[in-house]
């Protein structure tokens, strides 16, 4: 199956399908239908989008409850847990949890692209607030565009975090 895409998820698009119709045929005895193929590969690649909008919208309430320092410590512990159970996926032989560590991974984005402009905010002097808040989203933006545009890096953003990276071994 050829699935064509121009984002950013065309690198694994060749790996991530054949590791779907490799465990549907472990577990079948069947190759895959095209179907279904279709409907994981979209699945694995949007939900890291749903879960990025289901964990901006728990901002106020991690930063309210734990404070914004430590809310991105705790943060960090989704990111850990969703690259660990994206890895994991591969060993076990689960496109299920590939699945279910990119929901993770995606609170985790949608939880630190909030959190952090905020505890920037909180910490920085009166006078420079605002642009220190603008260079933040700029020097993301920026460097964003920069480490795309270089060849090498490009198969790192194009796998979006290093448990995926595993798959292109």
Same mark, same amino acid.
């Given at each position: 199956?050829?699935?064509? !895409?121009? =984002?950013?998820?065309?690198?694994?698009?060749?790996?991530?399908?054949?590791?779907? /119709?490799?465990?549907?045929?472990?577990?079948?005895?069947?190759?895959?239908?095209?179907?279904?193929? !279709?409907?994981?590969?979209?699945?694995?690649?949007?939900?890291?989008?749903?879960?990025? %909008?289901?964990?901006?919208?728990?901002?106020?309430?991690l930063?309210?409850?734990?404070?914004?320092? /430590?809310?991105?410590?705790?943060?960090?512990?989704?990111?850990?847990?969703?690259?660990? %159970?994206?890895?994991?996926?591969k060993? !076990?032989? =689960?496109?299920?949890?590939?699945?279910?560590?990119?929901?993770?991974?995606?609170?985790?984005?949608?939880?630190?692209?909030?959190?952090?402009?905020l505890?920037?905010?909180?910490?920085?002097? !009166?006078?420079?607030?605002?642009?220190?808040?603008?260079?933040?989203?700029?020097?993301?933006s920026?460097s964003?565009? /920069?480490?795309?545009? =270089?060849?090498?890096?490009?198969?790192?953003?194009?796998?979006?975090?290093?448990?995926?990276?595993?798959?292109?071994?």
């Amino acid at each position: 199956m050829e699935i064509q !895409t121009q =984002s950013v998820n065309t690198r694994p698009q060749s790996h991530i399908p054949e590791f779907f /119709n490799m465990t549907w045929r472990s577990r079948h005895n069947q190759s895959i239908p095209d179907h279904s193929l !279709t409907f994981l590969w979209s699945l694995s690649v949007s939900i890291k989008d749903f879960g990025a %909008l289901l964990g901006s919208l728990g901002v106020k309430g991690l930063a309210d409850t734990f404070g914004r320092r /430590n809310a991105i410590l705790i943060v960090n512990a989704l990111s850990v847990v969703g690259a660990s %159970l994206m890895f994991m996926s591969k060993v !076990t032989a =689960s496109f299920e949890v590939l699945i279910v560590g990119r929901l993770i991974f995606g609170l985790f984005c949608g939880l630190v692209m909030s959190l952090n402009p905020l505890y920037i905010q909180g910490v920085s002097p !009166t006078n420079l607030r605002g642009i220190l808040l603008g260079m933040v989203r700029h020097s993301c933006s920026h460097s964003f565009s /920069n480490f795309v545009h =270089s060849s090498e890096n490009l198969i790192w953003i194009q796998c979006g975090c290093v448990g995926e990276s595993y798959f292109l071994k």
